[in-house]
């Protein structure tokens, strides 16, 4: 587990995933898309978290981690207030994965961490997505259940090795939680498996920041 220095320094790490543009947990309210395994999963919050990653295109839930706002931030009030009507779509449609992410992403943004678990799990029920895992994992991240966060995000990495987002996500918890080693290997693991110069110039950089 991070511990407190952790807590300390998710401040820096949303900085580090903000400069990637990308999304860690895919709480971001920014409705669905296709791939954001690139940067929005990058890693912040997602849920946008070190980035969310969201590539899958019939599914609509792209992570938007990078540009969201965090917790207690202003735009908070305004997802407490989506929250009852979201849950009630939901009620009536526990497939619709649109608004599954969109209601995870508002659970997110109030602090609301359990039930943005219980949300994303639920969509893992109807279709195990790498992005999903992701932005779980993101989640796991900011409640400070390390474990978890890792397991969840090399589910991501195995259902899909060509998204760069939760290799990022996961070298920089390795980072942050003072193991380089494994962070390196995680990037090394991203720059065999991934072709895109835009994709492995991320990784590098990445492993940069870490190693600062």
Do not use: W
Request: hydrophobic residues 35%.
């Amino acid at each position: 587990m991070l511990g407190a220095h952790y807590r300390v320094t998710t401040l820096a790490l949303v900085l580090l995933l903000a400069l990637f543009g990308a999304v860690l947990v895919g709480c971001s309210g920014d409705e669905t898309t296709e791939d954001t395994g690139t940067t929005e999963e990058l890693t912040t919050d997602s849920t946008d978290g070190v980035t969310d990653d969201t590539a899958t295109e019939d599914t609509a839930t792209e992570d938007t981690s990078a540009g969201v706002m965090p917790p207690g931030s202003d735009q908070s009030a305004q997802y407490k207030e989506q929250i009852p009507d979201l849950e009630a779509q939901v009620e009536d449609n526990p497939e619709d994965l649109e608004k599954l992410q969109e209601l995870a992403i508002a659970y997110y943004q109030t602090a609301d961490y359990e039930k943005a678990v219980e949300t994303y799990q639920q969509m893992l029920e109807v279709e195990d997505n790498p992005e999903f895992h992701n932005n779980l994992a993101n989640v796991y991240r900011d409640m400070n259940e390390i474990d978890k966060a890792i397991e969840e995000y090399r589910t991501a990495i195995d259902l899909d090795p060509t998204s760069v987002i939760p290799y990022v996500n996961l070298a920089v918890v390795y980072g942050f939680n003072g193991q380089p080693d494994e962070a390196a290997a995680v990037i090394q693991e991203g720059l065999d498996n991934i072709d895109d110069e835009q994709a492995q110039a991320m990784l590098e950089q990445t492993l940069q920041q870490i190693q600062q």
